[in-house]
């Protein structure tokens, strides 16, 4: 009897348990987004309204989860993303705010190379509630629209420098590094760790964080570069400017800029910057010395913007004629200087240079060469061109174009083409990824004003296809971001050496000693920038 009765209450208990956590359960999933069926529903003959816009994309393979906002009015919210293979992903939400699972994505991003993933949006109306039939039919399904993955990763690190779009002087600026494969982003170093002063052109060598240098410019502890090799840092004791590195890490070639900001009395960007002179020099990193040569700083020529070819055999830059002879005034012909492209061989195991060749003239194309770069694999020359200048991202008319450098090789011609990602603000900044495959890119699309890192892939017939926008965990994280995102350079592992270890050395004395072979009127070697000029380098 007394067996029966503990074995009674015994169950009373597990009951109530059991009870307690459905009740439990169903309160938890009245504050949440309730799972429905949607049976019945209007179709809607177009896709729906999102931000980004995603459809017709083609994504990397190990991108971080596409979050994104359904800009169309509703009170409840259905997304279906599913392709060949694998579990579809489905999310219900009361907002138009729309956060895929991570693991979800990436397993069904990973399952899938080379397909398209499909999306359905439904979106229920705003109309008042009646009979569960009626329930049902307030639900609109918008057309399918498709995203194609595509087979190749992207390099897993991005590296970047955020900047407030300021006009004269600046606060806060700092280079980060983002973990591509999901929202973890850290910071390299920022210019908290020598009062304020300015950090700026990063450059690697062959996509690699193992080898880097980072500009830097502080009133308190001079201008430098600092080397980063793995673990080791060290400051060698002048400022570099844009930079490449050889293939081998063994010489990077940097531009020696003076440079200008200048101030246009009415405009959509009144901002303008020019280089009043400027030459290229190189940095073996064995000897510890500085050199130049004849082509690479020539008295009636402005020279800026390296980029070795994939090979190492050749170096690309820009190049453009002085036509004044004051270079402390602003010349009333500002607006009609333009960049060459032009290369100059180079022998390693003899440190020798061959004679300059033109690729491409102002002349001819009618506008000023930028920023070229090219492709790891020696295929293409991305770079941008814009009216007049040295500076595209203060141009609405920069714009990306691109060279197959095979088929000039074939046909001794180098044929240019305008890219169809291009939009009507500003691009800019770009580089390519580790296997060619991918490029990023800064541009001021959608504001004017603020620049953002878009990501587009190149197939291997040179295409490239619909960019997106750098993704973030909130998709309305631009909406109020006030930072301006620039210089994007994708490397296939992260900065190791701490932000710490890097301050630390920005603010020692200890530095590489070098002897500039220059002429020109540029800061003192390893002295502070000119305080009268805090602009100075201070580039978005």
Request: hydrophobic letters at 35%.
């Amino acid at each position: 009897m007394k067996a029966k009765l503990h074995q009674t209450r015994k169950a009373k208990v597990l009951y109530a348990i059991i009870a307690c956590t459905l009740v439990t359960v169903s309160l938890l999933n009245v504050g949440r987004d309730r799972k429905v069926t949607i049976t019945q529903y209007t179709s809607i003959d177009r896709p729906a309204k999102i931000r980004p816009d995603y459809a017709g994309t083609v994504v990397p393979p190990n991108i971080a989860p596409l979050t994104f906002m359904i800009e169309q009015e509703g009170s409840g919210y259905f997304v279906k993303i599913y392709s060949e293979k694998g579990k579809p992903i489905e999310i219900f939400s009361k907002t138009p705010k729309i956060v895929i699972p991570d693991r979800a994505w990436h397993r069904l991003l990973d399952l899938n190379r080379g397909q398209q993933l499909s999306l359905d949006i439904f979106v229920k109306s705003t109309a008042v509630k009646s009979s569960s039939n009626a329930e049902n039919k307030r639900w609109s399904r918008f057309k399918t629209f498709t995203i194609e993955v595509a087979n190749d990763d992207i390099d897993p690190f991005l590296v970047y420098r955020k900047i407030r779009p300021g006009h004269r002087t600046w606060r806060d600026m700092g280079i980060y590094q983002r973990n591509l494969n999901s929202f973890d982003e850290s910071l390299v170093l920022n210019n908290g760790y020598f009062k304020r002063g300015c950090v700026n052109c990063h450059a690697f060598c062959g996509n690699r964080a193992e080898k880097m240098l980072i500009g830097i410019r502080s009133a308190d502890y001079g201008s430098s570069a600092l080397l980063v090799e793995g673990n080791k840092v060290h400051k060698i004791g002048t400022k570099f400017g844009y930079t490449s590195w050889h293939p081998s890490g063994q010489i990077a070639v940097f531009s020696v800029n003076k440079v200008r900001q200048i101030f246009h009395s009415a405009a959509s960007e009144v901002r303008d910057v020019m280089d009043f002179d400027s030459l290229m020099a190189y940095y073996l990193v064995d000897s510890k010395t500085v050199k130049t040569t004849p082509n690479l700083s020539r008295k009636d020529r402005l020279e800026t913007y390296p980029a070795w070819s994939g090979d190492g055999r050749y170096l690309y830059f820009c190049s453009a004629p002085v036509t004044w002879s004051d270079k402390t005034i602003v010349p009333e012909s500002y607006d009609q200087i333009r960049y060459d492209l032009v290369r100059t061989g180079y022998d390693i195991d003899r440190d020798q240079w061959g004679p300059l060749e033109s690729v491409l003239s102002a002349e001819e194309t009618g506008l000023s060469i930028l920023l070229p770069r090219i492709s790891p694999d020696g295929r293409w020359l991305l770079f941008c061109m814009c009216n007049y200048g040295c500076f595209p991202v203060y141009q609405h008319s920069s714009d990306l174009y691109m060279i197959d450098l095979e088929a000039a090789k074939q046909t001794g011609q180098y044929k240019y083409s305008r890219l169809d990602i291009n939009s009507s603000e500003s691009e800019s900044w770009h580089s390519f990824s580790s296997n060619s495959r991918w490029i990023v890119f800064s541009s001021k699309r959608g504001s004017g004003v603020f620049t953002r890192i878009y990501i587009a892939y190149v197939d291997e017939s040179g295409k490239v296809h619909k960019p997106i926008r750098l993704p973030q965990k909130d998709p309305t994280h631009y909406d109020s971001c006030l930072w301006t995102y620039s210089v994007p350079e994708l490397i296939t592992g992260p900065v190791r050496a701490t932000k710490e270890k890097l301050g630390r050395v920005v603010r020692s004395s200890e530095r590489i000693s070098v002897k500039m072979p220059i002429t020109m009127a540029t800061p003192r070697v390893g002295g502070p920038p000119e305080h009268q000029e805090p602009w100075q380098t201070e580039r978005e």
